[in-house]
């Protein structure tokens, strides 16, 4: 599966932003999407994924409660909702996809997008 990461750009703290992850090729029922970001100098890092069907979501604990991930099948995109953003929400994020493994190792995904950069200034 190919991936398409788009969405990003600058926002103040407290904006919004949405993401988008479309999907080409492979079967969408095969494989789950996860967001991963990576500040400088830092390394990547779990942000959200959802299960093969979207039914079931994940998050980290420092995006909970801010950030919503949804499925829109019949687009083959997963999208990012991004709320309250907050300065240290500031990275390169990236979609992945993964066939099996757990959901906020990097090691399980398969594929990965091309990543789009969030900026948040405060």
């Known amino acids: 599966v190919q991936l398409q990461a788009s969405g990003g750009g600058l926002m103040q703290a407290g904006g919004s932003l949405r993401l988008s992850c479309q999907a080409s090729?492979?079967?969408?029922?095969?494989?789950?999407i996860g967001w991963f970001r990576q500040a400088p100098g830092k390394e990547r890092e779990f942000v959200s994924a959802t299960n093969s069907n979207g039914a079931s979501t994940f998050y980290a604990v420092a995006v909970k409660g801010r950030f919503t991930i949804s499925t829109d099948k019949p687009k083959n995109t997963v999208y990012l909702q991004m709320n309250s953003l907050k300065p240290e929400d500031t990275a390169v994020y990236y979609c992945?996809?993964?066939?099996?493994?757990?959901?906020?190792?990097?090691?399980?995904?398969?594929?990965w997008g091309q990543g789009t950069q969030v900026t948040v200034s405060s």
């Open positions: 992945a996809a993964r066939y099996s493994g757990s959901y906020y190792r990097i090691s399980a995904y398969d594929s």
């Open positions: 090729g492979g079967t969408s029922s095969s494989y789950a």
